[in-house]
């Protein structure tokens, strides 16, 4: 019989090393070894940990990432996360909540804003096309 050599790896990063005689692992370790095959290393840089998470972060990452996402529900508020409700997203009930815009009657375009806000560098705009045109000429 071949003797094998337990490749699980520790939770310091260790190989456990016994000595056995099948090779998916030693007495301890032969029923974790398709989970340590799944094992792949954190993705938080500098992290020297394997891990079969599914977020892919080793345990003391994961906690940080999970507890970060927490703060950040509860400074944004759960109703913002929410989905809305259908009869929040009726075209009545939008008008009611955006206030309409106060137009007054002598400000009917923006030309006429610009004109009345600008009227110096108006000026200066239109003396700047002349001198183009005629130094191109």
């Not at 998916?24 to 370790?29: K, L, M, P, Q, S």
């Not at 004109?115 to 183009?132: C, G, K, T, V, Y």
Request: proline residues 4%; glycine residues 4%.
């Amino acid at each position: 019989m071949a003797r094998f050599t337990c490749a699980f790896i520790k939770k310091d990063n260790t190989i456990c090393g016994n000595r056995c005689y099948d090779p998916t692992g030693c007495y301890r370790h032969w029923k974790l070894y398709e989970k340590n095959q799944k094992k792949k290393p954190c993705l938080f840089s500098g992290c020297e940990y394997n891990t079969d998470n599914d977020s892919g972060y080793c345990s003391s990452h994961s906690a940080k990432i999970y507890s970060h996402n927490y703060r950040m529900r509860q400074k944004y508020g759960a109703e913002a996360l929410q989905p809305a409700k259908s009869s929040e997203l009726s075209d009545e009930a939008l008008r009611s909540r955006i206030p309409e815009a106060p137009i007054s009657e002598s400000d009917v375009s923006s030309a006429s804003i610009h004109e009345h806000l600008f009227p110096a560098s108006l000026q200066l705009f239109a003396d700047s096309l002349r001198r183009d045109l005629t130094d191109s000429i």
